[in-house]
């Protein structure tokens, strides 16, 4: 298999994403970092974070190849991705749309996002963070699901997803090494056109990327539907790999 061209790592928070400090830099052609995360190298290219996340956290100054990403910019990516109903609201699934249509990677990695939180003590490697994906959010019903919708629009545009933790993980992508991304089988593609017709015709779209204004108009059983049908589609298309 040749050698991805863009092999992109998306770094989070969690306790032990400060793993990715030591790490070479040679696997990644671009590291983008949520929130916080962007402390835990200081060679991270893009930073990406919410309107919500504090003018304090963020670095006071930035290398000429760093940039910052802000809702201004990745709200529409993500809604030419469906929108956040759809594709989920969190920053891990908003960086994975961003980076898929800005960097086009064959390899999307991530750490440091697997949404699992201890419930007492550190919650994040920087000390106690709110755990977006905790919340009673509409598009948070299925982390799994929405994890399966990511990489098979991955997989559509011919890129490998994957994260590099072990263990437990919300995210269904395969758990890979380092040194394992460019041997990962790309999970079929020809089921997503159903669901997305399905996604169409319930037209849960919202412009501005502020869903919850407008909660109330979506049936949580219509989203909890196409959520089993995303996981379905994924674990089907990816149970004969060996990854």
Known sequence: MTEPTNRVLILGSALGALAARDWARDPFTHIVAINNAWRIRPDWDVLIHPEDFPEK???????THQRIVTAQIYVPVQNSFGGFVYAGGTMAFTAGYWALAAL??????????DM??????????????????????ITLRSLEAKSARLALFGAAQRCRVARLSKGESRLLFPSVGVNDLANLDLPETGAMKDILLMEDELGYHVPSGRYWEGADRFDPSKIDDLDRRWFQVYCASTAGNST
């Open 116 to 137: 699992i939180y201890p419930k007492t003590g550190k919650t994040h490697f920087y000390g106690t963070g709110q755990a977006d994906p905790l919340r009673a959010d």
């Open 57 to 63: 956290n963020l670095p006071t100054e930035l290398a």
């Open 104 to 113: 086009q990677p064959t390899v999307l990695a991530f750490f440091g996002c």
